[in-house]
């Protein structure tokens, strides 16, 4: 491919907005990114400006710290520690255990269980739900 102003030139890439090859002389560089001229350059940035907000509106590869705690895994771990903490209650301090103690235990596991998988889940895909 040849320079678009240049026709006996090589090119050495093409402008990314218009995609017209450049050559060593007439190429602009641009934040890693080459235009061909100034008018290139300013509509690409236009662009990538675009990009930007685009990317801040829906979230987009921004990497956040994981500052809010996934509300459903706090609230099936909270449910969990009760369910466990009430049968333990009633089977260790009162000294009565009764099946439903041992199935509201079991039930609390798995509130626990269902608890730490979400919670493993939000923090692998940053999803708080
Ligand atoms: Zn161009
Ligand atoms: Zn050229």
Known sequence: MHCFNHQKREAIGTCCRCNKGICEDCYLMRKEQLTCS?????????????????????????????????????????????????????????????????WIAILGVLFALGGLMHWRRAKRTGINW
């Open 38 to 102: 100034d008018l290139c350059t300013e509509k690409m940035e236009e662009i990538n400006q675009i990009h930007e907000c685009a990317k801040k509106i829906y979230d987009i590869g921004q990497k956040r710290p994981q500052t809010i705690l996934p509300l459903t895994a706090i609230l099936l771990l909270a449910l969990g520690a009760t369910f466990v903490g009430y049968a333990l209650y009633e089977c260790i301090v009162q000294s009565y255990c009764l099946a439903i103690d041992i």
